[in-house]
């Protein structure tokens, strides 16, 4: 968008000189450990446990929305919900966990690239 500006995360901010045990830690968290565990919580569990009492669009509609809002940023709910709706459509389709904790670590790790690159600071 015109005229918008990258803000770090408050994590990139707390992380003096660009540590580099700190960024390790940081990329580590967020590219490989919350993918491994979100993606077992809400795909692995969530939905299928969903699915029992609903149709499937409906049960990747609503774990979609309940991962969202478990991150806790009301400004990052909808692309949030957007991201977990395509991760619980990619294990409908695949019945493979390890695809959409893939797609996530990547997305994570391209968000967190974008932060560091574009944030500025």
């Known amino acids: ?19 580099p045990i700190a960024l390790g830690l940081i ?9 491994i565990f979100e993606e077992t919580l809400f ?10 009492y609903m149709p499937t669009w409906g049960a990747i509609l609503l ?14 709910v909808l692309p949030l919900m957007t991201l977990a709706i395509v991760l619980g459509f990619v294990y409908t389709k695949t019945q493979n966990l390890m695809a959409s904790m893939l797609l ?6 391209g ?10 600071s």
């Open 1 to 19: 968008m015109a005229g918008a500006r990258w803000q770090q995360s408050d994590s990139v901010d707390r992380c003096p000189n660009h540590d």
């Open 27 to 35: 990329f580590f968290t967020a590219a490989i450990a919350a993918p």
């Open 43 to 52: 795909r692995g569990f969530l939905l299928p446990s969903l699915t029992r």
């Open 63 to 76: 774990s979609g929305l309940i991962f969202a809002v478990v991150h806790l940023s009301l400004s990052e």
């Open 104 to 109: 996530h670590s990547l997305w994570n790790s």
């Open 111 to 120: 968000t967190l690239v974008a932060l560091f690159l574009l944030g500025g």
